[in-house]
């Protein structure tokens, strides 16, 4: 292809440089400027034991103090902290939500430690849901508070998961894209880091745990990306401290037998870690966070609600038809519930008016009963009166006797 110096010499045609864009090459540019306008938002999980590093690490890739006192090993359960920063570096703006689990690893009993993580990530989907399902939608003011992104430190033993990780990520890696870590990298010798990354990838691929893999369908970052697939999970040690190396002052930690540079890339994988993150991937996370994990959750909410996209013919059916079916089926149990409540009240009414009746043919018995005493107590009564007045009519006889037989008498003595 001749170069326009050469078109120039060849037909004496004046060429110009364009200054700017025209036409719809400037799209771009729109998109570019709407998005630095409105500001981007991030929103990280770390789940990690006690003190494992998950603070210093934050702090460490976006380069803040993002000032979190330190948790105490005391808690009965575990909670979530949820801290949201506004960002800037030069002139793009990020939202930044950081959600780190409290009292991870700190209980007894770890059985159900992935509960409230796993419960927070899907009533993230379920609000998100909720804006979606609305008539007057909002998405412009409304925070999308989805997990973008879970980093899940490890605790460098050298040796293996622990069941609380493999419980935890089995539980989550449907919900969210997973980046395991090593934390605190500097605790473990070289050698014995290769060692136990690889066990850390053969136990996950042995129960079956999805973690994030880098994309690699686009062919700008095709290569980067496999490579660092290849060399998960990611070593990483934090620190805010600077320290004195040579004549430069770096990021490190300092002992008594020399520098850990956080960011040298032989000394751990810090600046791997932010690069994928922050500068490659940032854009997919966010994007399979919405496909996949939100899609999965909206599917399959819509599926136990009723809806669905083909009838049991496997014919394509449509929102209205649903929602007359549920309508319908809604109406048709309600005349149900209702006939039930009817004949329920009716059985109810009946078994009141037994009852009743039974009550007062109790208390009729028992009123005939009390009458027929009563009778036969007056009766009784009324023998008795009668007797003792016949008693009383013999003695005023006898007495009446007894008087003139005594009159008789003393007249008899008078005359003798
Ligand atoms: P969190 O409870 O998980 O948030 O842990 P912190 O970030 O508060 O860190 C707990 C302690 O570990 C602090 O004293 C940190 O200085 C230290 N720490 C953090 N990151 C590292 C690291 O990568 N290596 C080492 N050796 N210590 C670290």
Redesign the pocket.
């Known amino acids: 292809i001749p170069d326009d110096e050469d078109i120039q010499r060849e037909d004496n045609i004046r060429c110009l440089t364009m200054l700017g864009h025209f036409g719809f090459e400037c799209l771009p540019h729109q998109l570019v400027n709407r998005s630095i306008q409105q500001g981007f938002s991030f929103n990280v999980l770390c789940v990690?034991?006690?003190?494992?590093?998950?603070?210093?690490?934050i702090d460490t890739l976006f380069n803040t103090n993002l000032k979190?006192k330190?948790?105490s090993h005391f808690y009965s359960n575990i909670e979530l902290k949820i801290q949201t920063y506004e960002l800037q570096e030069s002139n793009v703006q990020l939202k930044l939500t950081v959600v780190?689990t409290v009292g991870y690893g700190d209980q007894i009993n770890k059985e159900a430690s992935f509960q409230p993580i796993a419960d927070y990530i899907d009533a993230q989907f379920e609000a998100y849901l909720q804006e979606e399902l609305k008539i007057k939608r909002s998405f412009v003011d409304y925070h999308d508070s989805r997990i973008h992104v879970c980093l899940y430190?490890i605790s460098p033993t050298g040796h293996s998961l622990k069941s609380l990780d493999l419980l935890t990520m089995k539980n989550i890696d449907s919900k969210v894209n997973i980046i395991p870590l090593i934390?605190?990298?500097?605790?473990i010798s070289k050698n014995d880091l290769q060692k136990f990354k690889c066990k850390i990838m053969s136990e996950l691929v042995t129960h079956g745990i999805q973690i994030y893999q880098f994309p690699t369908d686009d062919e700008t970052t095709t290569q980067v990306n496999s490579s660092m697939n290849g060399q998960l999970p990611f070593a990483?040690?934090?620190?805010m401290d600077e320290v004195k190396v040579g004549k430069r002052m770096v990021r490190g930690?300092q002992y008594p037998w020399g520098v850990l540079q956080v960011e040298n890339e032989s000394h751990c994988d810090f600046v791997k870690l932010r690069d994928m993150l922050l500068c490659t991937n940032m854009e997919d996370l966010k994007e399979q966070t919405h496909t996949q994990h939100y899609e999965r959750y909206r599917c399959c909410k819509l599926h136990k609600i009723g809806f669905t996209d083909v009838g049991p013919d496997n014919q394509p059916v449509s929102f209205q038809e649903i929602y007359e079916a549920k309508r319908q089926e809604f109406y048709d149990q309600c005349q149900r519930e209702e006939e039930e409540l009817k004949q329920k009240f009716m059985q109810q009414v009946k078994d009141k008016e037994m009852t009743l009746k039974e009550a007062e043919k109790e208390l009729q018995d028992k009123f005939e009963h009390l009458k027929r005493v009563q009778q036969e107590e007056r009766i009784k009564i009324e023998e008795e009166k009668r007797q003792l007045e016949e008693e009383i009519i013999n003695f005023y006889k006898m007495k009446a006797g007894s008087e003139t037989l005594q009159t008789q008498g003393s007249t008899n003595i008078k005359k003798d």
């Open positions: 990690g034991e006690t003190g494992i590093g998950k603070s210093t690490l979190d330190k948790s780190k430190f934390a605190k990298a500097d605790a990483v040690v934090g620190s930690r």
